[in-house]
């Protein structure tokens, strides 16, 4: 008697929701992230004649939490193999904490300065806020389904661009463009149930474009930093 009921599955009898056998089918999702810069440094700010960064001592990208919200659209190749299309929009902030010597800081700059007197240093942290929209085009592969749940891998290309105009932006203090392309990659597993399909999904997506505005960031820093590429850690619940 024990065998049969261990045989309906997880979460009661085997559900057969989730449109697994369509060619087409849809979804939505709800994510948030922590996102930051990769930032790197120009040979002007190791280069100790290099007066306009002379006051600088480090610069030092923050992560910082944002929320997503978007579609699924999924074509079906095999019962194991799906191609992805996920629009979505995001909302993130990008966080960077200079650090200055004690010294050197102008006290009239912008963000939160904090002071540090064991190092005898200052610290601003600079702050940018983005909406992007995102449209990623993702190959998912999936493992054999066991009784209500598969693991899966997915991996592919997103093309984002901000709905911020690049006038507005550059009147921030540390500038970046509006268009990037980024590298996805992550796992996750589907929980089916009667109704539908529950797939809580980790995702790590990198920038591939140097996202630096040079001419536009303030003085202070421009010419200590030659490229910025945007990454974010996410984590999708996708419903389908």
Do not use: C, W
Not at 9 to 29: E, H, I, P, Q, R
Not at 171 to 181: C, K
């Amino acid at each position: 008697m024990a065998l049969p009921s261990f045989g309906q599955g997880m979460f009661g009898l085997t559900s057969g929701s989730g449109s697994d056998n369509k060619t087409v089918s849809y979804g939505f999702f709800l994510a948030a992230q922590t996102s930051t810069y990769q930032l790197k440094y120009s040979d002007a700010f190791l280069n100790p004649t290099t007066t306009s960064s002379s006051n600088v001592q480090s610069i030092n990208p923050q992560f910082s939490p944002g929320f997503s919200l978007g579609f699924i659209g999924i074509l079906r190749f095999h019962d194991q193999v799906q191609l992805l299309f996920t629009p979505k929009v995001g909302f993130y902030e990008y966080k960077t904490e200079v650090r200055y010597f004690n010294d050197q800081v102008d006290l009239d700059l912008a963000g939160d300065i904090i002071i540090d007197i064991e190092n005898k240093g200052k610290s601003v942290v600079y702050n940018s806020e983005a909406t992007m929209v995102e449209l990623p085009l993702l190959f998912k592969y999936r493992s054999q389904r066991f009784n209500n749940t598969r693991m899966y891998f997915i991996g592919g290309a997103s093309y984002n661009f901000r709905t911020k105009a690049q006038d507005e932006a550059d009147i921030e203090d540390l500038v970046t463009t509006g268009q990037d392309v980024s590298l996805e990659m992550g796992m996750g597993f589907e929980i089916y149930f009667k109704y539908f399909k529950f797939a809580p999904e980790i995702r790590f997506s990198h920038g591939l474009n140097n996202a630096y505005r040079r001419e536009n960031t303030i003085p202070e820093i421009a010419d200590a930093i030659s490229s910025i590429k945007r990454k974010s850690i996410t984590l999708y619940l996708n419903f389908q």
